[in-house]
């Protein structure tokens, strides 16, 4: 641990170096670039550039009242220390931010500064204040204790046992807490007697389902529509939007595979139906996809997947249009086919146009298999020899006892560990409980212990900078794969030659081709880019009544599909910027416009400038999480860039600050942007706007779902609807018209965003928050990986073989 | 007393022809074919007749079932002792443009006494509609084919409509008779010029806002009277109901007609019909309309003053009878984007559509079908039991 005046130091000292230099140095340094603002005082931080930067601010407007002689609200300021690294510290500076950002400080009656220089120290002392909050956040002591986020759990138990455990389940896991999307930093990830009774019953949940008293059998079972009809015609199921049939029961959580024959209609605008299993207990869905098939020619779905305990419906889950409590009383009788058995009742809801196509995307079900739980023999493999075949021994009991435990707890055991989990064993025959009993209650402890569900890395007698063997493998399955490590990786870390750079390579390229690396395109990119965020705020029904939950889930599905293309094609990181490619699905495309996919999955499709997307910064994703349900907002596209392309957040807004008030009725019609830019006049915003709004003013032609759009629709006002003006200069003086060329100037400096990429990998990697410590190692991993242009594969291996990843 | 007119073989004639037997007449007895033409309507749904269609025929309503806007009369007797003698009543239903006047204002069925001669429009039973009354077989030849009546209207209606009215020209209350001719423009069909009526102490003699007796009837007296059966039907006479003697008689009853009609509508509601569906996705569309003519003008402007922000309307599916189902359950509601009034619009029409916008659409909004408006000033109410449609065969 080194201090922050230390850090500051260092950085003085790695400055003028060209290759070395900190992160936090090149970071600002690149931002300064960017912005052009206050490059000297941005160059000058530490100590010395607070002395530049901060203290004539300081003497100049507060010093005369919080000094040795007058301490104006008992608070002074020439003795405040600087070490923002100190927590009470921080504090006492986070409040001097605060009194200024509100305008509250220097008093009216005092001479005001000007709006960039309060702009500046605001900004400087944010800065610092964020840098030590990283550096509280990253400390670590002899032993350091990363608790599994529940993604991991889950994974974790499934590796490990073959048991499918799901950690969303109501009353199963709390929400692991995030920072900046990220929800496996092992400072955020405490330990409460919450969380302990949760693990200890999930244990006994998982244990009871690997090691059951009667093994279960596998059902397979069959509805048909025509039968008991006593019809000779085929009878069909018609589901219409928002409707569903229980056809499918789960008589215990585990994999089922689920077969079922339909057509599906697309509505008379080309939407697809949405199927999914809805489950009745926990009212959601469970799995779903887009089916397309004409009505005379039913194809066969195979959904196999998890599935809760439950029963579920076969459902049609595109919008609902029967929320109401009407039925679309299609006929009397049962449903043949749309030509048929159309209803006659003018009360009812209309199902088909005058051209006799169906208004709502509309499935129509034959029949439904049902085959589960399956047993896979790999996931029985798992288990292998983790249970004494013969009851009542004790010695195989023991074997198998460190066998399990070595694998649980990533690490090999003591014999004082193992003892007293057979004293246990012991106890629990002597209390009454048969051996498999007592023995499973020993093996709910082994997992209802810290040492598996924490990461531990270090040693409480020996001070050490770097991961040993089992800490590596840990700290790569856990990176690739968000899981325990395999015997492969278990077996190297035995042998003490993980750490080897040839053996490193090879297992890394062994581990990028496992299929369990998409765990790692799914979750990484989830909390890089904050997607968690998307539907945080359900945009407003009135304003958006296209949108719904399977086009919120397919704009997810975009975004992470598209982090696994760059991925698995290995494409460079400017690809995140610009493409002329995405991922679509045919819910996706019907939003932003373009020709429906010809399959209904998720697939790759190029496309057009004139289609004013590619990359990610306009996916519909990135434009909704950054909108508030209702508009979209600017400032929060700006700070979103920021933070996910730079890896720098902003300092916060000042308080109570006033909301831009709805146009009025006898006032033109005006932009966000145009009320904005007036908000932005006031001297305690100008100066942060001034920066984060050109970053978000170059989304304006996406309105708050990330629809195309020319005009902006503006509630209230008179006259038209006003264009949109998405140009704008950034603080470099390089100007922009629209998202592509603003995505095209980022383009031109890969450099700075490839770094900011790698910081957030190491976090996401580290599982701790990047300090000044760590920027020579990430620039270093940057500098690697610019010979071969970034690519995401490169960047990955370049991290693992770093210094960085094996440092502690 | 029926003896009384036989002095007036020539004008019966005339009287008989002039009460809408000029065009039923021929039909009776072989129609011509240029007549044919004009009176061989049928109707089409979603098209309004063309101005001019159809066959006039005047009887005396006989029996009506209100609710289906259905009924029948007798038609006005041709001095044929065999038509009198075996001849059905003439059924007919109401177009459901089909409108009804009574007493000088908008009324239904149910408004107009049993017994109140009748003059009315008539085009054959429209196709794809259920046709009632049914064609038989064996249709009488005294039953013309055009039983689907465009307009029904009582004498009050039917002559001051066109202008005309009556002028005593003797009384003699001892005999029941009562000498008439006619004033004004001439109706293009019915009575016209000198006709003898009879009366006697059943006639209602409407004076002022009270009732008047025989004795006020007096020559050179301006009125409008009601005329129903006599003995002497099959000749062409008839009996005097009502006499209206005065204007404020005929304003009085004028006026209370209109507010039983608007009392009656703003609980059923507007007849229209869906001109166009625009659909939308998510099944909400935009539905245009047009509403039915003869209606009081306070309900048409109370349809078009919802066509601003905040206003709005339920459109109820109704069937070719303007039955309603469950009409304030059943109904979608949704703002009245916007409307426009075509002029001279042709039979049936009043001009006016109204453009209205539903999250949800009903099957019964197709271009074509008939549904009831209810601008959101109307009330919302459940209609009694026997006026909603509970089953498809009910229909």
């Known amino acids: 641990m080194v201090t922050d005046r230390h850090a500051l130091e260092d950085v003085r000292e790695t400055w003028p170096m060209t290759t070395g230099g900190t992160m936090f140095v090149m970071r600002l340094s690149l931002w300064a670039l960017l912005f052009a603002v206050n490059t000297e005082a941005n160059a000058a931080d530490g100590v010395a550039g607070f002395d530049q930067s901060v203290l004539p601010f300081i003497e100049t407007h507060c010093l005369r009242c919080h000094n040795a ?13 600087r070490e923002f690294v100190v927590q009470a510290t921080a504090q006492r500076w986070a409040e001097v931010v605060f009194r200024l950002n509100s305008g509250e400080m220097p008093p009216t009656k005092e001479p005001q500064p000007k709006p960039q220089e309060l702009g500046a120290v605001v900004d400087w002392l944010s800065t610092r204040i964020q840098e030590g909050e990283a550096a509280r956040m990253a400390q670590r002591g002899p032993v350091s204790h990363y608790r599994l986020s529940r993604e991991e759990y889950g994974h974790t138990v499934y590796d490990l046992l073959g048991v499918y455990f799901d950690v969303n389940l109501p009353g199963a896991f709390n929400e692991d807490p995030r920072w900046h999307g990220f929800d496996r930093i092992g400072s955020l990830l405490t330990l409460s007697p919450s969380h302990v009774d949760r693990y200890f019953r999930a244990a006994e949940t998982v244990l009871e389902r690997a090691f059951p008293d009667q093994e279960p059998t596998s059902q397979k079972t069959r509805r048909e529509a025509s039968a008991g009809q006593g019809l000779v015609g085929p009878v069909r199921w018609p589901l219409w939007p928002g409707h569903g049939q229980h056809l499918v029961t789960a008589s215990m959580p585990g994999l089922y595979r689920i077969r079922i024959r339909l057509s599906a209609l697309p509505s008379f605008k080309g939407r697809l139906p949405h199927l999914a299993l809805w489950h009745h207990q926990l009212k959601r869905s469970i799995v779903g996809l887009d089916v397309d098939a004409p009505e005379d020619k039913p194809t066969v779905i195979e959904i196999e997947t998890f599935l809760p305990e439950g029963q579920f419906n076969v459902m049609n889950e595109s919008p609902g249009m029967l929320a109401d409590g009407q039925t679309p009383s299609v006929s009397q009788s049962p449903f043949v086919n749309t030509t048929d058995s159309r209803s006659n009742q003018p009360t009812a809801y209309r199902l088909f146009n005058d051209a006799g196509q169906s208004i709502f995307p509309l499935l129509i079900v034959d029949w439904v298999e049902t085959e589960g739980p399956i047993l896979p023999a790999s996931d029985q493999k798992k288990r292998a020899g983790l249970i004494p075949a013969q ?19 990533r690490r090999p055991v003591t014999d004082a560990d193992l003892n007293r989990y057979i004293q246990l064993i012991e106890s629990e025959v002597a209390a009454g409980e048969t051996f498999r009993s007592a023995y499973r209650a020993a093996m709910v402890a082994v997992l209802s212990s810290k040492n598996f569900y924490y990461l531990e890395e270090g040693s409480p007698s020996l001070r050490r900078d770097t991961v040993n063997d089992w800490e590596l493998a840990s700290r790569l399955s856990y990176f690739l794969w968000s899981s325990m490590p395999d015997d492969e990786l278990y077996g190297l870390a035995q042998q003490g030659t993980l750490h080897r750079p040839e053996v490193l390579r090879a297992q890394l390229t062994r581990m990028l081709a496992d299929p369990k690396i998409g765990r790692f395109t799914e979750s990484f990119p989830r909390q890089w880019l904050q997607l968690h965020r998307v539907g945080a705020f359900p945009p407003d029904a009135s304003l958006f009544p ?8 397919s704009m997810v599905q975009e975004t992470t599909g598209y982090f696994g293309e760059v991925f698995s094609k290995n494409l460079q990181l400017r690809e995140f910027l610009v493409s002329d490619w995405t991922m679509m699905n045919p819910r996706l495309a019907m939003h932003y416009g373009l020709p429906r996919p010809e399959v209904s999955s998720l697939q790759r499709v190029l496309l057009r400038p004139e289609e004013h997307r590619g990359g990610l910064l306009t996916q519909a994703s990135i434009l909704s999480l950054t909108s508030d349900g209702t ?46 830019e007036s908000h932005a006049t006031h001297a305690t915003c100008a100066s942060c706007h001034q920066k984060i709004d050109p970053l978000g003013f170059a989304f304006d032609n996406f309105d708050a779902i990330g629809r195309w759009r020319t005009s902006e629709q503006v509630p209230g006002g008179q006259g038209i609807s006003p264009p949109v003006n998405a140009s704008g200069q950034l603080m470099d003086g390089r100007s922009y018209n629209g998202s592509e060329e603003f995505k095209q100037l980022l383009a031109q400096d890969t450099d700075r965003f490839a770094e900011a990429f790698v910081e957030q990998l190491a976090t996401y990697a580290l599982r701790r928050v990047m300090t000044i410590d760590d920027t020579a190692q990430i620039k270093a991993i940057t500098v690697a990986s610019q010979k071969e242009e970034y690519k995401l594969r490169t960047v990955i291996e370049n991290l693992i073989l770093s210094d960085l990843f094996f440092k502690r | 007393m029926h003896e009384v007119n036989r002095d007036h073989t020539v004008s019966r004639r005339r009287i008989l022809q002039s009460l809408g037997m000029v065009v039923a007449l021929p039909l009776l007895n072989d129609a011509s074919p240029s007549l044919a033409a004009e009176t061989d309507v049928v109707p089409k749904p979603g098209t309004f007749p063309a ?8 009887g005396e309503l006989v029996s009506v079932d209100h609710v289906n806007r259905r009924g029948a009369i007798r038609l006005v007797g041709d001095n044929d002792d065999s038509r009198y003698h075996s001849a059905p009543s003439h059924r007919f239903a109401m177009l459901p ?13 149910r408004d107009v006494p049993i017994g109140t001669l009748l003059h009315g429009t008539f085009l054959l039973p429209a196709e794809g509609i259920t046709a009632y009354p049914p064609i038989e077989k064996n249709q009488s030849k005294y039953v013309p084919a055009q039983n689907q009546a465009l307009t029904l209207e009582d004498d009050f209606s039917f002559y001051e409509r066109q202008g005309q009215s009556w002028k005593i020209t003797a009384v003699d209350i001892s005999k029941g008779t009562l000498n008439v001719s006619s004033l004004g423009q001439p109706s293009s069909a019915g009575l016209t010029g000198d006709c003898v009526f009879e009366i006697d102490r059943s006639t209602r003699v409407w004076n002022g806002r009270a009732f008047g007796e025989l004795k006020d009837l007096a020559p050179d007296q301006s009125m409008q009277l009601n005329l129903t059966w006599a003995p ?11 006499v209206w003697i005065d204007p404020e008689s005929r304003d009085v009853a004028r006026e209370v007609q209109r507010q039983v009609h608007i009392r009656h509508m703003r609980t059923r509601w507007l007849p229209g019909w869906v001109d166009h569906v625009e659909h939308q996705p998510g099944g909400g569309g935009i539905v245009s309309v047009t509403l039915f003519s003869g209606m009081d003008q306070t309900l048409y402007d109370a349809a078009r003053a919802e066509a601003k922000p905040g206003g709005g309307a339920s459109m109820a599916a109704a069937e070719w009878t303007l039955r309603t189902w469950w009409q304030e359950h059943d109904s979608r509601n949704g703002p009245v984007l916007d409307f426009k009034d075509s002029p001279n619009p042709p039979p049936g029409s009043s001009g006016l559509q109204l453009r209205v916008q539903f999250s949800r659409l009903l099957e019964g909004y197709r271009a074509g079908r008939i549904i009831r408006f209810r601008p ?9 039991p026997e006026a909603r449609i509970n089953s498809l065969d009910e229909r």
Do not use: C
């Open chain 1, 546 to 553: 296209d949108y719904d939950k399977w086009l919120e889930q």
């Open chain 1, 631 to 676: 508009r979209h907002r600017p400032v929060h596209r700006g700070v979103w860039v920021s933070e996910a392309v730079f890896g720098r957040t902003p300092p916060p807004p000042p308080p109570n600050v006033e909301p831009l008030a709805p146009t009025p009725s006898d006032q033109p019609k005006a932009t966000i942007r145009m009320q904005l």
């Open chain 2, 232 to 242: 002497e039907w099959k000749n062409g006479m008839f009996h005097v109901a009502d």
């Open chain 2, 97 to 109: 443009y089909g409108t009804v006047r009574y007493h000088g204002a908008p009324a239904e069925l």
């Open chain 2, 51 to 58: 101005l001019g269609t159809g066959v006039s025929l005047a």
């Open chain 1, 69 to 81: 002689q007058k301490q104006e609200g008992k608070f002074r300021l020439d003795t405040l220390p």
């Open chain 1, 391 to 409: 009851a009542d021994d004790l010695k195989a009991a023991r074997e198998s006892l460190n066998r399990f435990v070595t694998l649980a707890w």
């Open chain 2, 376 to 384: 959101n000033s109307f009330p919302n109410v459940k209609l009694p």
